[in-house]
C-alpha cells in the first residue's frame, strides 16, 4: 500500500521520485515475530529452569533414581530451544530492518533534508560494529520526531518509550553475553546451576526488550499512518 495521493506538508521541497508507503504490513509481521521471539524466550526459561533443578538434586546427593537419560534430556532441551531462539531471532531482525528501512523513507517525505543521517543509514548502521549501539537509535528519534502532527520541535513524542526500548535492548544484549559466556564456561555441578540461573534472567530482560519492542514499532507506524491520513485530510479542506 503507498500514501501516493496524499501531501505532505513540508518546509523543505519534497524530493523528487519518493513517495509514502504504509509501514503497517511489516509492522504486523515484526510484532507477530516478536511474539515468536518470546515464545522462545520462554521456552529457554523453561529449560534453564529444568536445568538448575536437575543440577540441584545432583549437588543435595538426590541421585536416587535418577539416571544420565534426564542430564541429557536437559541438556537437550536447553540446546534445543536457545537454536530456536537463534532462528527466531535472525528472522526477526531481517523483517525489523525493512520495517525500520521503509519508516525511514517516511520520515524523508515527511521531512525532506531535516534529518541528520540518509536513508541508506537505516540499514546500514545496524552493522557498524560498537556505533550500532547507538546510531539507531538517533535515527528513531528523527522519525519519532518527523512523524509528529507539528514537527517544530526537536523533542519528539514517545521519547520514554524510544529510551526505555533502547535500553532494554541495549542490556539484554550485554547480559545476554555474559550469561551465555558463563554457562559455557561452567564447569562443576554448582557452577553449571548457577550459570542456569543467570541464563533464566536474560531470557527475562531479553521478554521484557521484545515487548517494548513491539510497543514502539507499534507507536511509530500508527504516527506516520496518522500522519498521511491528516494530510489527505487536509487536502479536502
Not at 79 to 97: C, D, E, K, N, Q
Not at 157 to 176: E, K, P, S, T
Amino acid at each position: 500500500m503507498t500514501y501516493a495521493s496524499i501531501p505532505t506538508p513540508s518546509p523543505h521541497p519534497p524530493v523528487p521520485g519518493r513517495v509514502l508507503r504504509s509501514p503497517i504490513g511489516l509492522a504486523h509481521a515484526v510484532t507477530a515475530l516478536l511474539g515468536v521471539v518470546m515464545v522462545a524466550d520462554l521456552l529457554i526459561v523453561a529449560a534453564s529452569l529444568n536445568m538448575r533443578a536437575v543440577m540441584g538434586r545432583v549437588a543435595s546427593g538426590g541421585t536416587v533414581g535418577f539416571d544420565d537419560g534426564e542430564l541429557s534430556r536437559a541438556d537437550y532441551a536447553m540446546a534445543g530451544s536457545v537454536v530456536l531462539y537463534g532462528i527466531a531471532m535472525l528472522a526477526t531482525a531481517l523483517v525489523f530492518v525493512v520495517w525500520f528501512h521503509r519508516v525511514r523513507q517516511n520520515a524523508e517525505v515527511f521531512a525532506p533534508g531535516a534529518l541528520s543521517r540518509a536513508p541508506g543509514w537505516a540499514i546500514a548502521c545496524w552493522f557498524v560494529p560498537v556505533a550500532n549501539l547507538w546510531i539507531p537509535r538517533s535515527i528513531a528519534a528523527d522519525m519519532l520526531w518527523a512523524a509528529q502532527p507539528e514537527p517544530r520541535s526537536r523533542a519528539p513524542r514517545h521519547r520514554g518509550l524510544l529510551n526505555a526500548w533502547w535500553g532494554a535492548w541495549v542490556w539484554a544484549i550485554v547480559f545476554d553475553r555474559y550469561a551465555s559466556r558463563t554457562y559455557d564456561d561452567a564447569q562443576g555441578v554448582e557452577a553449571v546451576r548457577d550459570a542456569a540461573g543467570l541464563v533464566t534472567v536474560s531470557a527475562g530482560f531479553d521478554v521484557l526488550a521484545a515487548l517494548l519492542a513491539i510497543l514502539f514499532v507499534r507507536r511509530l507506524t500508527t504516527a506516520q499512518h496518522e500522519k498521511a491520513l491528516a494530510g489527505s485530510a487536509a487536502l479536502g479542506r
